[in-house]
């Protein structure tokens, strides 16, 4: 191999680590995100009825069910209009109903205070 085929060589090889290292460390970086909408809590006939994610779901866990997040997902839920905050597990999907984010369990509804109303509005704030 003659110098310049080598230069090239060591060339690419540079820029394909250097791609490669920054692409990465893109994979490896947490994006914070949020969403604001309205959340619900479910009722006492899904005691115990199996979950999306398999998991038979438990009113006093502090779970919820979102539409995309995947399960796993740790969410920290704030009551908009109080403050009070709550951090649930990502294991089923939901809610269905028109306007609303995410459907807590009954445990998770009593940290935010609102078994009485029925809906609040929320900021869901999570890492991906």
């Given at each position: 191999?003659?110098?310049?085929?080598?230069?090239?060589?060591?060339?690419?090889?540079?820029?394909?680590?250097?791609?490669?290292?920054?692409?990465m460390s893109?994979?490896?970086?947490?994006?914070?995100?949020?969403?604001?909408?309205?959340?619900s809590f479910?009722?006492?006939?899904?005691?115990?009825?199996?979950?999306?994610?398999?998991?038979?779901?438990?009113?006093?866990?502090?779970?919820?069910?979102?539409?995309?997040?995947?399960?796993?997902?740790?969410?920290?839920?704030?009551?908009e209009d109080?403050?009070?905050?709550?951090?649930?597990?990502?294991?089923?999907?939901?809610?269905?109903?028109?306007?609303?984010?995410?459907?807590?369990?009954?445990?998770?509804?009593?940290?935010?205070?609102?078994?009485?109303?029925?809906?609040?509005?929320?900021?869901?704030?999570?890492?991906?």
């Amino acid at each position: 191999m003659d110098i310049r085929s080598r230069s090239i060589l060591t060339a690419c090889v540079a820029v394909w680590l250097m791609f490669g290292h920054v692409a990465m460390s893109q994979a490896h970086q947490t994006e914070a995100r949020t969403q604001e909408g309205i959340a619900s809590f479910y009722s006492d006939r899904f005691q115990g009825r199996t979950t999306a994610s398999g998991e038979p779901f438990d009113q006093q866990a502090l779970t919820a069910a979102h539409p995309t997040l995947p399960f796993g997902t740790r969410v920290t839920v704030t009551r908009e209009d109080n403050g009070r905050e709550v951090e649930v597990l990502i294991n089923d999907r939901g809610p269905y109903a028109k306007g609303r984010i995410i459907d807590l369990s009954k445990r998770a509804a009593k940290a935010l205070g609102m078994l009485k109303r029925g809906t609040v509005p929320v900021e869901i704030s999570y890492v991906r």
